[in-house]
């Protein structure tokens, strides 16, 4: 079992910065492919960014060059950088594991987090 928690979220304007981080504690996430998925209310799930084992890193086609994930498997935490932020990056974004890196990327994880809120106003 794998528990995951969130934080770093919060309001910003467009252009603007976060890093969000995730806190992995009941086994070392060194196990575990991560990665963070984000939902808004009424659509679906869309995978932002995937990290495996040995730190190879696959992203969103519209984040990529604007966000870097990163893991400390030292601090079992994982990383995401978000800079140039779009009010359509606003949603609630979830930390994810899984031993396969297949579900992180099809934002259908073993584990997930309770999510962390990213509003950014134009």
């Known amino acids: 079992q794998v528990q995951l928690v969130e934080s770093g979220g919060g309001?910003?304007?467009?252009?603007?910065?976060?890093?969000?981080?995730?806190?992995?504690?009941?086994?070392?996430?060194?196990?575990?492919?991560?990665?963070?998925?984000?939902?808004?209310?009424?659509?679906?799930?869309?995978?932002?960014?995937?990290?495996?084992?040995?730190?190879?890193?696959?992203?969103?086609?519209s984040v990529e060059g604007r966000f870097t994930i990163s893991r400390d498997n030292a601090k079992n935490t994982l990383y995401l950088r978000m800079n140039s932020l779009e009010p359509d990056d606003t949603a609630t974004y979830y930390c994810a594991a899984d031993r396969l890196l297949s579900r992180v990327l099809a934002s259908r994880p073993t584990y997930s987090g309770q999510g962390t809120q990213v509003t950014v106003s134009s």
Do not use: H, N
């Not at 963070?36 to 190879?56: C, H, L, M, N």
């Open 11 to 61: 309001s910003v304007q467009a252009g603007g910065s976060l890093k969000l981080s995730c806190a992995a504690s009941g086994d070392t996430t060194s196990r575990y492919c991560m990665g963070w998925f984000r939902q808004t209310p009424g659509k679906e799930r869309e995978g932002v960014a995937a990290i495996d084992r040995y730190g190879s890193a696959t992203y969103r086609y």
